[in-house]
């Protein structure tokens, strides 16, 4: 499967192949296999972001939380908001049970890219895991610490972790009457252990049951003994359970359900007490529902936040024209979301109206960009596009431009007007490619190519369809290789149709002035249309 692996002389292939190679092998979950194909891709060009992101995630697939951390740290040496890196950076400190840098990351990343629903729902999961960890509850005794330092120093004196199901591998078998009874190897009761891990406790007892067959452990497959296999598993299963132990210890649980059924008698409460609080608690709550698909629950909670809102006086709440646009939008976006789209443009007005009155430049985009999806969405593009030119000069950053020129291309090809739609494919493409942001390069692509099949540009259509389809398989993205493969045939065979148009009326050409020859010659001839345009 490798190309070096009849030798020692080092890669014999590209980097773009071994990347490629190792996406396949990580989509097929076989993330041993993909790490060596991403390190050998590396040993090609060892600063390449998207091989050091590619490689990130599959340490962290099988738990080397260090390693995923190191080589986020590497992508982002040249470029300190790659949003990739950062996600993946995010992700490591996370795993490794450093919630609060992870949280700094989560909302770094958030920042950059905030139409990127991962960071969102990892600052979610981040500052829940803080809350869990931090805890109140005085009279509960905590089984451990609230962190996951333990697992380095289990490997300090023992080179390196492969992987947190696999550093006990190559242990003797456990003797049988090593387990205490009621515990788990990692000393997690098991009544605990079923309750963290859930339908895969029974795996785990399955996995427990095989240890006891001599006979069978004593066996091998596909090069491993079968011990090894099943106490890797085991492993795995524990340091799970006791990472979700201390991410969610059993008593914050329990909390957690008794802090949800006074949830919504709190909140009057905390309204009167700390408007604040209560409003930006309200604020999570409706984007979550949002985020979840819940855009009733949304809607509800985003129209009673704004009836307390409302209650309360400009002292009050200092900020409460900045927050009442806010809530608009929440309700625009939720009636989106359940589409009422006639509903969500009011409310998206309604913001925009009162962002304008107060100069709020940050919730002016807002609402721009959010008229301009609905106008979208309900196939009024000029008005789109009017919106999301409007937006042009409030953008920040170079991701932000390049979806919004993207956007503003759709809705011109959707018009017709495709060398406007080319246009604009163009300058989302320049704007991707200074963001790093391989997505967008690929999105780009795809519709400079269209563009161009519409003005009859085939040629020009071909090679902007075979860059599009390198990006797609560069990012395991089946889906859009097999439409672009799809497309670039089509545009194939209106190539061939045209030249062999070409060779058939060459012999008919003659000398003759225009003026003797039939008007309606002119209008039938597909070549001379594209000259003239």
Known sequence: ?????????????????????????????????????????????????????????????????????????????????????????AEALYQMGDFEYALVFYHRGHKLRPELQEFRLGIQKAQEAIDNCVGSPSSVKLENKGDL??????????????????????????????????????????????????????????????????????????????????????????????????QKPMYARKRDRMMMQQKWSNRKSDSISDPTTFILKNLEDIDLFLVDGKGAESLQLAKSTLRDVNRLSDKELPNKADIVANLYSCIGNAYLELGQTEEALEYHQKDLDIS??????????????????????????????????????????????????????RCHLELGESARAKEFGEKSLSEAKKAEDDVWQLNAGVLIAQSEVKLGQFEAAAESFKQSLELAKLQGDDAAEVAITKALEE???????????????????????????????????????????
């Not at 090593?178 to 788990?184: D, E, F, H, I, Q």
């Not at 009155?357 to 609905?374: E, P, Y």
């Open 1 to 89: 499967m490798y190309d070096d692996e009849d030798g020692d002389e080092g890669p014999k292939s590209s980097f773009t192949t071994y990347l490629a190679e190792g996406e396949k092998l990580y989509i097929a979950g076989e993330y041993q296999k993909a790490l060596e194909s991403y390190s050998t891709a590396l040993e090609i060009e060892p600063s390449n972001v998207s091989g050091l992101v590619a490689r990130s995630k599959c340490h962290l697939q099988i738990g080397d939380a260090q390693s995923a951390l190191q080589d986020a740290e590497a992508s982002l040496s040249e470029n300190k908001n790659f949003h990739r890196g950062l996600y993946q950076k």
């Open 149 to 246: 330092s333990f697992f380095n120093k289990m490997d300090e004196g023992k080179g390196k972790m492969k992987g947190r199901g696999q550093y006990r591998a190559t242990q003797k078998p456990i003797a049988k009457t090593t387990r205490a009874v009621g515990k788990s190897q990692n000393g997690t009761s098991h009544r605990t252990a079923k309750a963290l891990l859930g339908e895969l406790y029974a795996d785990k007892e399955y996995l427990e049951k095989l240890l006891k067959d001599d006979d069978l452990v004593k066996g091998s497959a596909g090069g491993m003994s079968i011990y090894d296999l099943v106490t890797s598993g085991i492993n795995y299963l524990d340091t799970r359970t006791e990472f979700w132990r201390q």
């Open 356 to 409: 304008q009155k107060h100069n709020f430049q940050d919730a002016k985009s807002r609402a721009l960009d959010n008229l301009g999806r609905v106008y979208a969405r309900v196939g009024k593009f000029q008005k789109a596009i009017d919106c999301w030119q409007e937006k042009i000069p409030l953008s920040k950053s170079a991701v932000e431009s390049t979806w919004l020129f993207h956007e503003i291309g």
């Open 491 to 533: 545009v194939n065979n209106k190539l061939e149709k045209r030249n062999d148009s070409d060779v058939t009326e060459k012999p008919e050409e003659t000398t003759e002035p225009e003026t003797t020859e039939p008007e309606t010659q002119e209008t039938d001839d597909p070549e001379q249309t594209t000259t003239d345009e």
